[in-house]
Nanobody, 117 residues
Framework: QVQLVESGGGLVQAGGSLRLSCAAS????????MGWYRQAPGKQRELVAT???????NYADSVKGRFTISRDNAKNTVYLQMNSLKPEDTAVYRC???????????WGQGTQVTVSS
């Protein structure tokens, strides 16, 4: 069992930056693929970024060059640094943890990010 708690969301003007954090507890954090997803009102949930246990990263085309995902296994935390924010980045951002091969898949409650124009 893994518990995920996100923080760092808020209201920011277009062009600004935010850093989201997701603190994990309850299992061996380093063995999980971590990801950030977002869902805007009236839209489907979409992948933002993932980071593997080895540190390889993957990004949605819409955030490449602006967002950076990272993890600190010593702190059981994954981060999402978001720069050059746009109004279309407005969404609830949720943290995800997956243990490949064992079928474990956990979600945080989410944190709201609002970008004003």
């Amino acid at each position: 069992q893994v518990q995920l708690v996100e923080s760092g969301g808020g209201l920011v003007q277009a062009g600004g930056s935010l850093r989201l954090s997701c603190a994990a507890s309850g299992s061996i954090f380093s063995m999980y693929i971590m990801g950030w997803y977002r869902q805007a009102p009236g839209k489907q949930r979409e992948l933002v970024a993932t980071i593997t246990t080895g540190g390889s990263t993957n990004y949605a085309d819409s955030v490449k060059g602006r967002f950076t995902i990272s993890r600190d296994n010593a702190k059981n935390t994954v981060y999402l640094q978001m720069n050059s924010l746009k109004p279309e980045d407005t969404a609830v951002y949720r943290c995800n943890a997956v243990r490949v091969g064992l079928g474990y898949n956990y979600w945080g409650q989410g944190t709201q990010v609002t970008v004003s124009s």
